[in-house]
C-alpha cells in the first residue's frame, strides 16, 4: 500500500506539471531550408509562426506560415509570395482574429526587394496585399496594429543617402499608405524591432556604423510622435566594442530595455542587455561573458517584473557579423551555414543580474530569432535548427517557468510524445537514436503494468488501447525517464 501511494504521488506530480504547464519541442519543414521569422500565442492558446518555406513553395522562398495547436501540433499551413525571393518575417493576431504578417519581396513590387504587408483572416485565406518600397533593396521586419492601421519598421536602400535608413511605414487599416519617414545617422542604419509608446509615437533602436570591415557599430535611440517625427535621438557608444541592438522593450518605468551583443576588436563577442530611461539615457548595461561568444536576439518583460532573453551560444563571430538585419538577410539567402551554435534562454532581474540560463539544441547549429511568456507563464522560443535534418527546420520551443522544456532535462536528448491526449495511438519521437534500443512500460494509476515493448527507432508509434491517465517508463542503462499521456 505504502508503494501504491508513493506511485499516486509521483504519477499526480506528472500529471500536474503537465497540465499546468504544457513542455515541448518541435521542428517543422521538409526538404529544402525553412526559416523561423516570428511568433505568437493566439488567442485559442495555441500558436501562429511566419517564416520562409524553400520545402513547399517556390524554389527562391515563400513566406510560410504555420497554425499549431497549444502543444505545437500543426493544425494547418499556408504559403504566400511568387516566383522570387518571399519571406516573413513578423506577425501579429490582430483584433478581429485574423492576422497581419509583415516582410519582404522579390515577386511583387516596384524595386528589388519590397516590403511585403499580407493582411489575412482566422484561417489564413488572403484579404489583401501591399508593397512598399522604391527601386532598389527595402525590407519589413517589425509590424504593429494601431488604432486606425498597421505601422511597419525595417530598412530601406531605395531612399537612404548613401546605404541604408531606417523606414517607418504608416497605412490605415486596408494597407493603403498614410505616411513613411527615414531616418540616418551614419551611412548603414539598421533596425529589427520597434514599439509604439503610450502617446502613440514609436520608439526606434537602430544599429548604425560607417561602411567598411573596420568601422565598430553604436546603437541609435529614437523616439517619433505619431506622426513619425522625430521627437529625440540619442546615441549610445563604446570607446573600442561595437554594440548591436537586436531587440527592444519597454519598462515598467516607462523606459526601454535593449538586448544584442558587445563585440570587441580581438572578435570575442558577449550577450549584451541596456536599459534606458525614457530620454533614452543610459542607465546600465551589463556584459554576460561565459568564456564563449553569445549574442542575444529577443527581450521581453516577464509576469514577476523581470526579464527573459534568447539568443546564440558557441557560434563563429567572424560568420556573423550582426544578428538580424542587412547581413542576416544576404546569409539567409545564401546555403552558408554556421560553424556551431546552440539556443540560448536567459532569465534576467530587472538589474540585468542573472536568475538562470539554459540551452538546447543538438549536434548541429541551433539558432533563436524570438522568445516570450506564454499564457501560462511559461517561456515559448522561436529559432531554427540544422540538428534534426540535412536541411534548416522552424524550431519551436514551449518551456515551463524554470526553462525545462521537458519534465527531465537531457541537455541534448529530448522525448516528444504526441498527440496528447490521444485517441489510443501515439507518436514518440527522441531527438537522438544514440540512446535506442528504449525500453518502455505502460502503467495505471496504481502502479501496475499493463504493457511493455521496446523503441527501435527514433520515430515510432505505438497503440494504448485503454481510456484514462496513464505513464510511459522508459529506462535502458543510460537514461531513465517517465512521461504522462491521456487516452480518450
Known amino acids: ?173 486596408n494597407g493603403n499608405l498614410s505616411w513613411s519617414k527615414n531616418y540616418e545617422k551614419l551611412e548603414i542604419n539598421d533596425i529589427n524591432e520597434f514599439k509604439q509608446t503610450p502617446d502613440d509615437g514609436y520608439f526606434l533602436a537602430a544599429m548604425i556604423r560607417n561602411q567598411g570591415s573596420a568601422q565598430k ?41 535593449l538586448a544584442g551583443s558587445i563585440e570587441d576588436p580581438t572578435g570575442e563577442t558577449d550577450a549584451m542587455v541596456i536599459k534606458t530611461d525614457n530620454t533614452g539615457t543610459q542607465q546600465w548595461i551589463k556584459r554576460y ?46 546555403d552558408e551555414k554556421l560553424v556551431s551554435s546552440d539556443i540560448l534562454l536567459m532569465k534576467i532581474n530587472l538589474n540585468g543580474d542573472t536568475l538562470w540560463t539554459k540551452t538546447f539544441g543538438g549536434s548541429g547549429n541551433d539558432w533563436s530569432r524570438k522568445v516570450f511568456q506564454s499564457i501560462d507563464n511559461g517561456f515559448v522560443i522561436l529559432g531554427f535548427t540544422y540538428s534534426f535534418s540535412a536541411d534548416n527546420e522552424i524550431y519551436l520551443i514551449k518551456t515551463n517557468t524554470s526553462g525545462f522544456a521537458s519534465i527531465h532535462d537531457f541537455n541534448e536528448f529530448s522525448c516528444f510524445i504526441y498527440p496528447n491526449p490521444c485517441n489510443g495511438l501515439v507518436q514518440i519521437e527522441l531527438s537522438q537514436s544514440g540512446y535506442l534500443p528504449l525500453q518502455y512500460s505502460i502503467l495505471d494509476l496504481n502502479g501496475k503494468v499493463l504493457s511493455t515493448g521496446t523503441l527501435n527507432s527514433a520515430c515510432q508509434s505505438i497503440s494504448i488501447p485503454f481510456k484514462g491517465l496513464y505513464v510511459l517508463n522508459f529506462k535502458n542503462s543510460k537514461i531513465s525517464f517517465s512521461k504522462k499521456i491521456i487516452v480518450e
Request: a negative charge; proline letters at 0%.
Open 1 to 173: 500500500m505504502k508503494q501504491k501511494g508513493v506511485f499516486l504521488l509521483l504519477f499526480m506530480a506528472i500529471l500536474y506539471t503537465s497540465h499546468a504547464q504544457i513542455m515541448f519541442q518541435r521542428h517543422y519543414g521538409g526538404s529544402g531550408d525553412d526559416i523561423a521569422g516570428d511568433v505568437q500565442q493566439t488567442t485559442d492558446g495555441g500558436y501562429i509562426i511566419t517564416g520562409q518555406t524553400k520545402s513547399f513553395g517556390d524554389i527562391n522562398g515563400d513566406v510560410y506560415l504555420i497554425k499549431t495547436n497549444e502543444y505545437g501540433d500543426t493544425l494547418w499551413t499556408k504559403k504566400y509570395g511568387g516566383a522570387q525571393f518571399d519571406r516573413g518575417t513578423a506577425i501579429r493576431q490582430t483584433i478581429d482574429g485574423g492576422f497581419i504578417i509583415a516582410g519582404s519581396t522579390e515577386s511583387f513590387g516596384a524595386g528589388q526587394l519590397d516590403a511585403y504587408l499580407i493582411r489575412i483572416n482566422s484561417v489564413g485565406d488572403t484579404l489583401w496585399t501591399k508593397t512598399f518600397g522604391g527601386t532598389l533593396q527595402d525590407e519589413a521586419y517589425d509590424v504593429i496594429e494601431t488604432s486606425d492601421g498597421y505601422a511597419l519598421v525595417g530598412y530601406s536602400m531605395s531612399y537612404a543617402t548613401v546605404f541604408s535608413s531606417v523606414y517607418l511605414i504608416k497605412t490605415d487599416l
Open 217 to 257: 557599430s553604436n546603437i541609435w535611440l529614437l523616439k517619433t510622435d505619431e506622426f513619425g517625427d522625430t521627437t529625440w535621438t540619442t546615441e549610445i557608444a563604446n570607446d573600442t566594442s561595437s554594440l548591436i541592438v537586436s531587440s527592444v522593450e519597454t519598462t515598467l518605468d516607462n523606459g526601454y530595455v
Open 289 to 334: 561573458d561565459r568564456g564563449e561568444d553569445e549574442r542575444a536576439a529577443c527581450i521581453r518583460k516577464t509576469s514577476d517584473s523581470n526579464y527573459i532573453v534568447s539568443g546564440i551560444k558557441d557560434f563563429s563571430a567572424k560568420k556573423l557579423n550582426s544578428t538580424f538585419g542587412i547581413s542576416d538577410q544576404t546569409m539567409l539567402k545564401s
